[in-house]
């Protein structure tokens, strides 16, 4: 067995290959457009860090709140709700600004165990055919592999190509844990395994902190993955916060 010393540099090296230069870490490849307004739900989050834009995902969970992957926050974040090309001014947009970043205190950020954050609004969403609530599924829920599910987002659509103006989406399915092994903090009862490893399907740059969606319930944020993209990537799995979410809202 090797040391102690190099274990931990070797962690290290593992972590500079998986973890992204930029805020966003995530997005689609290989999807299709969304029909607009079709994922009232969706936010895209405008994010300052050090006099610096740069973007998130999010998805509103109440008429006062956003959720989004704790490796989101900066100091200053701005809401967009109701959008579906981000390079204009659509009339049922709602730019709304964020007036607390709660994040669950038991992120690492090395690890990026516990990547989930809560956003509380300036004022509540209005809610209207292009701006809506997703529901999250019960402390109880454990969704299984196999199954078919959805991401959606405004990043990158390739390696080396830029983010886009529209919202997208792709079909993943969940892994099972045995697909994510090389990504040695990955954690089954926290995280979701997700992309078949043999599709160029993927989330990718961009839009950390977007939903998975399985039947219309949001199960995952995206988390992490490779630079190069290739399938699988590692979200957050929403069932086991529910406590930690509930109880944020309800003394907020």
Request: aromatic fraction near 8%; charged fraction near 20%; glycine fraction near 10%.
């Amino acid at each position: 067995m090797g040391s102690i010393a190099g274990k931990i540099q070797d962690l290290f090296l593992l972590l500079v290959i998986l973890l992204p230069h930029e805020t966003g870490a995530e997005e689609i490849i290989s999807g299709i457009e969304s029909k607009p307004h079709s994922r009232p739900y969706m936010a895209h989050l405008e994010i300052t860090i050090g006099g610096q834009k740069t973007y998130c995902g999010g998805f509103l969970i109440s008429e006062e709140f956003v959720m989004t992957a704790a490796h989101c926050k900066a100091s200053k974040i701005t809401v967009i709700l109701g959008a579906h090309d981000v390079t204009k001014e659509e009339s049922t947009q709602q730019k709304l600004k964020v007036t607390e970043q709660i994040v669950h205190p038991g992120y690492d950020l090395f690890t990026h165990l516990n990547d989930i954050m809560l956003l509380k609004l300036q004022r509540r969403a209005t809610l209207t055919h292009a701006v809506g609530i997703v529901p999250l599924p019960t402390q109880f829920t454990f969704i299984p592999p196999g199954r078919m599910c959805r991401a959606a987002g405004w990043g990158r659509t390739g390696v080396a190509k830029p983010g886009s103006d529209t919202l997208r989406e792709v079909k993943l399915r969940i892994m099972d844990e045995k697909t994510c092994k090389s990504y040695w903090t990955y954690n089954y009862k926290l995280q979701l395994c997700v992309g078949n490893p043999r599709k160029t399907r993927s989330a990718y740059k961009g839009d950390s902190g977007g939903p998975l969606l399985c039947a219309g319930v949001a199960h995952g944020i995206v988390s992490y993955g490779r630079r190069d993209a290739q399938p699988p990537a590692v979200f957050t799995r929403i069932s086991q916060y529910v406590p930690w979410i509930n109880g944020v809202i309800k003394r907020k």
